[in-house]
């Protein structure tokens, strides 16, 4: 069966001052699957997925969306395209409620049509597991809490992709489990590009796995093919599972 | 009752508590009442943009001197009927604050601060530099004459009260309205954190430039409004002065609450009022006072009130 790819890039790289973070990355995504990015710390993870969103300028190279060349395109411009982006380091509006957070984010969708947004809203943070918590203010809640609103701002625009960078940083580890159980909720759904450290939430979740090592492109595969692969071992030698 | 009624009913308060002080009031306070509704207009235009939006800006007093001259000129000069008149003045103080926005908007933090205090700056050179039209540093008087809506003479008591209270009573529903509206909530959103808004498709450039040329209308207005009830343009009113006492009004009053504006000027007003009866160092007394304030309600009255009773606060 021919995979459909919803988005992919052709050489991007993003050199800051002399330090290449990204070399002539080449990378597809499978359209309604997991993929996941891995790598060891400073691979340039965060710096690839920031090209794809437009939150960082690339040095060269191009990004498709829906076979449309986006690479010219501001970053807002992007998100309205159904591009959803969650931040490694947690970014949420910390004077607001948690219901008004989501509701920023889903409000772009309904155009008006409050009583609409405050619908998504509710079945938004009730899916996450903070349903209770709706009216409390984001800055006072835990670390935990405030990446599950993350995670619930990128659910709010009902994105046709979804990028989370390290979703489960910091989380403990029964909020890992119920991560797993969440992203499973979603095959099918949403094309899903998630960063992440955790071996455990990797091969639990994801369809397909590129490996990124040194800003280049290591390896793809299925997770077991990934699993096996020498290089891969090589890259992560005394840096894996154990990390986190 | 929700947020919304309460909110409701508090800026339906505020201006039924207004509108009565003037049959309380003896007529020295109403006139200080007038003066401070109308100076409220700008404190509001400002704290569109500084409480709301998170924007400093230094140079304010440019937009409300576009107001001012705007109307001022074209009424004394041109002679257009006031409404016509007072309504350019709002334009010429919304284009100003386009282009000083389409400019500014390149910088942000301090820079914009900076960037914002030079264009003021250049603003009031401009008006001293074509004094042959705006007299300069002496500025001109409005006549009586040029003063009267539909038959109403707003050099009277009653006349000056209701004109100031009515142009008053519309800035503030408005934007009690319009900070609630989604457009308001985003300006919120960029001020708690820029970044998140945009990666959240929201295009926070266009949506500061929007705040921006609210912001200046409507402070453009609060000088339309000055010109009109007080009958004096002059060109202090562009100075960098009348760019720091929005801030501080705002600051004192509660940044990013819709009733900040008018209790800042209430209370600076008659602060300086007050403690200038008792002794000539009344400048070290509001200092003392204001320095107690920033330290013991950095919000601001109406920030700590939303705070600790009233959580609802708009
Ligand atoms: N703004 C920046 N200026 C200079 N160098 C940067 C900048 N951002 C990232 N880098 C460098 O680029 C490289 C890739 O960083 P990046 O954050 O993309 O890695 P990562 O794979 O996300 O790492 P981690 O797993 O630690 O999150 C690193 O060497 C990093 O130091
Ligand atoms: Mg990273």
Redesign the interface.
Known sequence: MATVNILHTSGLTKTYAGIKANTDVDFELAQGKITALIGPNGAGKSTFVGMV?G?IEATRGQVFFEGKDISKL???KR??LGIA?T?QIT??????TLH?NV???A??AFR?D?AAVDAKVRTVLTRVGLGERANQIAGDQSYGHQRLLEIA?GFA?DPKVFILDEPTQGLAESEVQDFIQLMKSLAGEVTILLIEHNMTVVMETADHITVLDQGMVLANGTPSEIHENAAVQAAYLGTTDAED | MTASRKSMGLHLGVLVVLAALFFILPPYHTGNMARIMVLAIYAMGYNFLFGYTGLLSLGHALFFAAGMYGFGMTVTQLGLPVPVAFAFGILAAAVVSLVIGLLALRTSGVAFMIVTLMFAQAGYLTILYFGEYTRGDEGFVIKQAQRTVAGIDLTSEAGRYGAAFILFAICFLLLARLVQSPFGRTLIAIRENEERTRMLGYDATRLKLQAIVVSGAVSGMGGATYALLFGYVGATFATVQYSIFPLLWVLLGGAGTTVGPLIGVLFMFYLIDISSSYTDAYMLIAGVVLVLLTMFAPQGLAGELRKRVMPWLP
């Open positions: 969103s939150r501001p970053a807002h998100i309205q982006y931040f970014s949420v509006f910390p004077g607001l008004e509701a920023l984010a409000r772009r008006g409050e701002m625009q």
